[in-house]
């Protein structure tokens, strides 16, 4: 196994009628969802092994989810199945360039009951790569999970990725997000997030400031939108602006870019490199539907970069 990822999966209703409301759609098509789903997804058609941690359901909804992700080579021997919970469900209006307004529904989702019991722990702690999320800190019993997996694997010398992942309807507040994630900081190697959530994990009320009190983690990588990227680390910055893309929808953009960018990592790229990889993944992403599917293979990502 080269990545081992803990988090979320997630059922997507994609609305088909551009430019129409969610309130006057009518035809939506289906796809799997979850920050952390999409990047094992994005992982595997880069060319790695990985596997994913999280809860569902037992109903049709889970099934297809588990199968998707086998189908695209995850290995989901860890996903626990829950006698009723459902999967988080997302529904979102396609208005591009720069309209996606999105629907969730979380309540009591599947991925909170994850409960990692010591072969989980192992599992997590078996790859060089181990990324998280700060959504599964959200609530128990996924928080303890998402703590003792981190906690074991720094422990084991793994590589430990946390995505900050903020959705606002799984907090009760913002800085109750951003403590959870302070929390776990002295186990992350390599934190992600865009302006807005680096900030809300530092307390900070700018990013320069936010960049200041983070800097006991040694990667922190910061999503600019249509500005580019950002890494910070070792006492350097360095940036890269986006590709152009003619943009279908920006949803999943940031997984794109993530699932790039840590195949560099993960191959012993330079930064730079690295940040190329996750620019030209997060464009191919933008320029297509959906999430899960956009993601782009190796082969697609090292043409746009060659471009």
Same mark, same amino acid.
């Given at each position: 196994?080269?990545?081992?990822?803990?988090?979320?999966?997630?059922?997507? !209703?994609?609305?088909?009628?551009?430019?129409?409301?969610?309130?006057?759609? +009518? +035809?939506?098509? +289906?796809?799997?969802?979850?920050?952390?789903?999409?990047?094992?997804?994005?992982?595997?058609?880069?060319?790695?092994?990985?596997?994913?941690?999280?809860?569902?359901?037992?109903?049709?909804?889970?099934?297809?989810?588990?199968?998707?992700?086998?189908?695209?080579?995850?290995?989901? $021997?860890?996903?626990?199945?829950?006698?009723?919970?459902?999967?988080? !469900?997302?529904?979102?209006?396609?208005?591009?360039?720069?309209?996606?307004?999105?629907?969730?529904?979380?309540?009591?989702?599947?991925?909170?009951?994850?409960?990692?019991?010591?072969?989980?722990?192992?599992?997590?702690?078996?790859?060089?790569?181990?990324?998280?999320?700060?959504? $599964?800190?959200?609530? $128990?019993?996924?928080?303890?999970?998402?703590?003792?997996?981190?906690?074991?694997?720094?422990?084991?010398?793994?590589?430990?990725?946390?995505?900050?992942?903020?959705?606002?309807?799984?907090?009760?507040?913002?800085?109750?997000?951003?403590?959870?994630?302070?929390?776990?900081?002295?186990?992350?190697?390599?934190?992600?997030?865009?302006?807005?959530?680096?900030?809300?994990?530092?307390?900070?009320?700018?990013?320069?400031?936010?960049?200041?009190?983070?800097?006991?983690?040694?990667?922190?990588?910061?999503?600019?939108?249509?500005?580019?990227?950002?890494?910070?680390?070792?006492?350097?910055?360095?940036?890269?602006?986006?590709?152009?893309?003619?943009?279908?929808?920006?949803?999943?953009?940031?997984?794109?870019?993530?699932?790039?960018?840590?195949?560099?990592?993960?191959?012993?790229?330079?930064?730079?490199?690295?940040?190329?990889?996750?620019?030209?993944?997060?464009?191919?992403?933008?320029?297509?539907?959906?999430?899960?599917?956009?993601?782009?293979?190796?082969?697609?990502?090292?043409?746009?970069?060659?471009?």
């Amino acid at each position: 196994m080269d990545a081992v990822i803990l988090g979320r999966i997630g059922y997507d !209703l994609y609305s088909e009628e551009p430019h129409v409301s969610l309130a006057e759609s +009518r +035809r939506f098509s +289906r796809y799997l969802g979850g920050s952390s789903a999409n990047m094992a997804v994005g992982l595997a058609r880069l060319g790695l092994r990985t596997g994913i941690l999280s809860c569902l359901g037992v109903d049709a909804l889970s099934d297809f989810l588990v199968s998707f992700l086998q189908r695209e080579g995850v290995d989901t $021997s860890r996903v626990q199945r829950r006698p009723g919970c459902l999967p988080s !469900l997302a529904l979102t209006e396609v208005s591009p360039p720069s309209s996606f307004p999105q629907v969730f529904y979380r309540h009591n989702a599947a991925d909170i009951q994850l409960h990692a019991l010591e072969p989980d722990l192992a599992y997590c702690s078996s790859a060089p790569l181990f990324i998280t999320n700060g959504t $599964s800190l959200c609530a $128990s019993p996924s928080r303890e999970s998402t703590y003792a997996a981190l906690e074991r694997a720094k422990a084991a010398q793994c590589r430990v990725v946390l995505d900050v992942d903020y959705r606002a309807m799984s907090w009760e507040s913002p800085a109750a997000a951003g403590l959870a994630v302070r929390l776990a900081l002295p186990w992350v190697d390599v934190l992600i997030g865009n302006q807005s959530e680096l900030m809300l994990t530092a307390g900070a009320d700018d990013l320069e400031e936010a960049v200041h009190r983070l800097r006991q983690v040694p990667l922190l990588v910061s999503k600019l939108g249509d500005l580019g990227t950002k890494v910070y680390g070792a006492g350097e910055a360095i940036f890269l602006p986006p590709y152009s893309v003619e943009v279908c929808t920006t949803i999943g953009a940031g997984d794109g870019f993530a699932s790039g960018f840590l195949y560099g990592l993960h191959r012993g790229l330079g930064i730079e490199e690295c940040l190329h990889y996750g620019n030209a993944a997060a464009a191919i992403v933008v320029s297509r539907l959906s999430c899960s599917e956009a993601m782009p293979t190796l082969a697609e990502v090292q043409n746009m970069i060659r471009r």
